[in-house]
């Protein structure tokens, strides 16, 4: 069964701070990887996506991502983090096999910006 | 990306009624998604809508307490029956994304509070 790890409940950088948010996943085939942000009171956004080719993945709103087979991870990262980035991220996973497979959720990583 | 639309977005409902939550994208899909978010948790898949067809549910989620109509390509309903206030949760409606199937999109949410 696939699954998602995010070890990091919650966050908390200053404003102006690199950021690194841990994902680690299972899944028994190659998998489609998701980074998706909850901003307060607001439904989910994709912030970017990996499927294929090359593991460094750019997404929305400065952030990436990169995909480490060897290690089953996927990490999003931020050079410099802005006060607006406060929000709960979710990293999730699916199937790659062709059409829609089913999407798992982590327990997601709250970001606090201070300052 | 589709453009998807929850009604309501909020609402307080009493012990016992029970609540229709609509769902429109602005574009035909196969398939469409619930899920839910309860307080502080993740994201868990209630069941997947395909138009002429039963809903499929996932393991913990029945058709008695969770009923969904899909009447045709572009609209869906779910309806939380008998609440209680453990039902209190946001309820997000997603739709895979039309060229490749594999990135799921969500609408705003819809966030319910049982008293």
């Known amino acids: 069964a696939q699954s998602v790890t995010q070890p990091d409940i919650h966050i908390t950088v200053s404003e102006g701070a690199s950021l690194e948010l841990r994902c680690n996943y299972s899944y028994g085939a190659t998998p489609y990887l998701f980074w998706y942000v909850q901003s307060p009171g607001q439904g989910l956004q994709l912030l970017l996506k990996?499927?294929?080719?090359?593991?460094l993945v750019q997404g929305i709103k400065g952030f990436e991502a990169e995909f480490k087979r060897s290690q089953s991870s996927f990490n999003l990262r931020k050079p410099s983090v802005h006060w607006s980035d406060a929000a709960e991220y979710f990293c999730a996973v699916g199937g790659a096999t062709g059409g829609y497979q089913k999407v798992t959720f982590g327990t997601g990583t709250k970001l606090q910006v201070i300052p | 990306s589709a453009v998807i639309s929850q009604k309501p977005s909020r609402d307080i409902c009493q012990r016992g009624t029970s609540l229709t939550i609509q769902c429109q994208v602005d574009?035909?899909?196969?398939?469409m998604f619930w899920y839910r978010q309860q307080p502080g948790q993740s994201l868990t898949l209630i069941a997947t809508?395909?138009?002429?067809?039963?809903?499929?549910?996932e393991s913990g989620f029945v058709i008695d307490k969770f009923p969904i109509s899909r009447p045709n390509l572009t609209f869906s309903t779910l309806t939380v029956s008998n609440m209680s206030p453990e039902d209190s949760s946001i309820y997000l409606c997603?739709?895979?994304?039309?060229?490749?199937?594999?990135?799921?999109?969500f609408g705003e949410g819809s966030w319910l509070t049982v008293v």
């Open positions: 990996y499927f294929s080719g090359d593991t």
């Open positions: 997603s739709v895979p994304d039309r060229t490749s199937g594999n990135t799921i999109y």
């Open positions: 809508a395909n138009q002429g067809s039963e809903a499929t549910y």
């Open positions: 574009s035909q899909v196969t398939m």
